[in-house]
């Protein structure tokens, strides 16, 4: 499941590595997730002294943002 947005101030916020947008929840207090959105608010919220995620992040490849540097300069 991919984050779309972050709640400021909420659990994932509150976390020693923050989550960003675009970032994969791969599982929730070590259960997998199936990708269903609904899954992982319930693991979330059911989560009341720890919290721990596995994420995967996927970072954008130097030469995209050559690219889009590029064609920012000819508008």
Do not use: C, P
């Not at 659990?11 to 609904?38: C, F, H, M, P, W």
């Amino acid at each position: 499941m991919f984050t779309t947005s972050i709640e400021e101030g909420g659990k994932a916020d509150l976390l020693t590595s923050k989550l960003q947008v675009g970032d994969e929840v791969v599982n929730i207090n070590d259960v997998e997730l199936s990708g269903y959105r609904q899954e992982a608010i319930t693991l979330v919220k059911g989560s009341y002294k720890t919290l721990k995620l596995l994420i995967r992040r996927y970072e954008m490849q130097s030469s995209h943002l050559e690219i889009l540097s590029e064609s920012n300069k000819d508008s």
